[in-house]
């Protein structure tokens, strides 16, 4: 329990931060996560520059899946869903009318506002296709989430200047996350 409501209270704070403001979903950032001793590498997409969907996508690797693009006028549809590649990790912010019942009813449970605009979905995406996020992916998730307002709160920087921003988040039972997240993905 106190994992989830460290996530949904990171979760806030992204929403409060509003990346997508100032990030276009165009823009992959290179992201190292540390949880439990093991690193795993994220490209993270922050979505809602266009106003279609609001949120965070994490794709596992140092590279964008083959084919997944961001909308636009000029650009093909993302892939749906079911088609995101294993190992993706989703926070989607919706209208309330647009989240699901059982999802907003567990983000008010661990303290979501219920007067809030957007209310969260949290999607991982393994073998089987797309399903509610599971334990252990719920603590990546809150660390790429401060990792992206880590990098936010440091305001526009040139690309060529940018050194990787870097930081820990307390998890639940006092374990720490870590991360290192930059504009520029590691050299393959």
Known sequence: MEDWSLLFGQSLAYLSAEPWTRWSDEVPLGLELTVDGAVTNYVAIVMGNAGVQRGLALYPGMALPAGLRSPG?????????EATPSGTLLLLLDPPGETQVEFADKALR???????????????????????????DAQLVQVGLAAVIALDSRGPVLVEATKATTGQVALAEGAQGHFAISQRLPAR
């Open 73 to 81: 006028p000029e650009l093909e549809p993302e892939p749906a869903l």
């Open 110 to 136: 661990y303290g979501w506002p219920p007067e809030a605009a957007y209310l969260p979905t949290f999607i991982g995406v393994g073998p089987d296709g797309p399903s509610e996020l599971a334990g252990a």
